[in-house]
């Protein structure tokens, strides 16, 4: 037996599909193997997807296991480096992407974000222990540096890398339209990936309407004003109101976490425009839509509607890169976000809180 997998260290983990199983459970602390580093954990985010796990609705543990350590948003500290291993130093800070390959043919091209077969593990989620620990051993390949001056903020970067692959995405897709100069986008959401999204456009240039139920102000809409765009309360404006008195819509960015904004989002958008959802709901809600009127305006548009999910390596970096430079447009802005920061990975069952106006909760592992 290898003498450093006898070692083990803390990992806070649910018995997934069971509620109220969040516990905390022992996992080995390994050392990597060539082309590993092993990752000391800094930061560690909470999002929607880790209380719908905690509650029950979603998880599965790794093989013959009957815990999953959760947590997939990360920064942390290279710690140690495996044979072979050049790109990383100790010390440096860094995050990892989220989901490893099944053998499909889009992971073996190199795209599990692309996953066809939907076998694919992801940290913290499906088949793999989480980031929720002190310390992790990752393949090399899915590690991401992280400058020292988003030592605060680096967390963030796995959010931000969902709206980067959204918006990459639209543009690969509307490379169909010769003259589509994008002006005008809406997000749908203030959470996160909603405000994420609205810092991303804002610094593409793009004219930003971000929409979410609760009228402002609040720091939602704060942070949106603040990187300059408009904060509209659905609750008080209906979003074919407020599509009626904009100019024509070419992005819109749905992430609400609820379904029924959808339908309205492909009524809404402008002719030759792309619509992205990124709600991953859960549920099994039915609706009833105005069928004919919204085909016949995606038909007559030559609109898209894209579904898009997790995000690729190339994401993560993107994110990085706008990170650092939203730090420029509006220092501090992006760091707003994260509302409560909990001390140590004792605190876990403050996960379970939700406070008013809580934006981002992040344990702090050191
Ligand atoms: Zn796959």
Redesign the pocket.
Known sequence: MSPTATAVQPGVAVHPGQPNSLHVTEIPRQAPGPGEVRIRIRHVGVCGTDREIIHGGFGAAPEDEASLVIGHEMLGEIDAVGAGVVAFTPGQLVTATVRR????P???AGQ?DM??????AERGIVGMHGFMTEAVVEDARWVVPVPPELSDIGVLIEPISVVEKAVRQAMLVQKRIAAWQPKTAMVLGAGPIGLAGTLLLRSRGMDVVTAARRPGPHLASEIVEAAGARYVGTDETALQALAAELPPLDLIVEATGSSEPVFAAMEILGNNGVLVLLSGTGGNRELTVPADAINRSLIRGNKVVLGCVNSAKEDFELGVTDLTRWEQMWPGLAGRFITRRLSGLGAYEQILETPAGDIKTVVEVR
Request: hydrophobic share 30%.
């Open positions: 390959p099944d053998g499909c889009a992971c073996a599990p996953c066809q077969w939907l076998r694919y």
